[in-house]
């Protein structure tokens, strides 16, 4: 069946370092994706997001990549920060899902160690 | 300030009751969304409304319900044939039909007494 998964439920970084979040996806009729972050207790927060069409995009310290041959989406986070703590999920719309009924990742929780 | 507003933040429910989560959005988006989210898991889908006076189930939407009368307006009852309703309940609204960049609201915490 579908789904979206992630390889780790959690991921502890140095303040500073680059942290790298991954999600792999079994749809390969799957023509968005999408990366959340979800602090406690708050709803998630858009972050990025990326066509299918495209292999890379970058943000403001953020970048996701897409990896199509093997099905697989990261997030980069730049000189991460605490305030970069959170859960983050990655997310997929098949392109026959109508009405936008997009698939979440379990989630990657980030602790960003001082 | 444009957004979407998710009340109350705190809701518990006794055996037998139905209750009512709010959700309204001043966006001016057209479609409208109910998840549900479990400790340690992702987003559920319970219903979504593309446009006024229309909503489709989503992939859990037994003991729940939905009305959609006003663009704004998207409440979610949580009816008491939902044998286990306690969840983190998330409201999101989307520009685009097509239910691409979701904007989520802070969420309603629902509990069993």
Redesign the interface.
């Known amino acids: 069946g579908e789904s ?1 998964g992630l390889h780790l439920p959690t991921l502890s970084v140095q303040e500073g370092d680059n942290s790298i979040i991954n999600c792999a996806y079994s749809n390969s009729a799957s023509d ?1 994706f ?1 990366w ?1 972050k979800q602090e406690s ?6 972050i990025i ?1 990326i066509r299918s069409n495209m292999d890379k995009r970058q943000g403001q310290r953020v970048t996701v990549l897409l990896n199509k041959t093997v099905k697989h989406l990261s997030l980069q986070i730049a000189a991460t920060q605490p305030g970069d703590s959170a859960v983050y ?1 990655c ?1 997929e ?1 098949p392109r026959y ?1 109508q ?4 698939i ?4 990657t929780e980030l602790s960003v160690k001082p | 300030d444009g957004g979407i507003t998710q009340s109350p933040k705190y809701l518990f429910r006794k055996e037998g009751q139905n209750v009512t989560l709010s959700c309204e959005q001043n966006l001016n988006h057209d479609a409208m969304y109910w998840y549900r989210q479990d400790p340690g898991q992702g987003l559920r889908l319970i219903y979504y409304s593309q446009i006024v006076n229309d909503f489709q189930k989503g992939d859990i939407a037994e003991g729940y319900s939905v009305s959609r009368e006003k663009k704004e307006s998207f409440p979610l009852t949580v009816t008491s044939a939902q044998k286990n309703p306690t969840a983190f309940y998330l409201c999101a609204s989307s520009i685009s039909r097509a239910g691409e960049k979701l904007f989520f609201g802070s969420g309603t915490q629902l509990s069993v007494l």
């Open positions: 979206v968005y999408i959340y207790g708050k709803g998630p927060q858009f997001d999920f997310a719309k899902n009405g936008g009924k997009l979440f990742g379990q989630g």
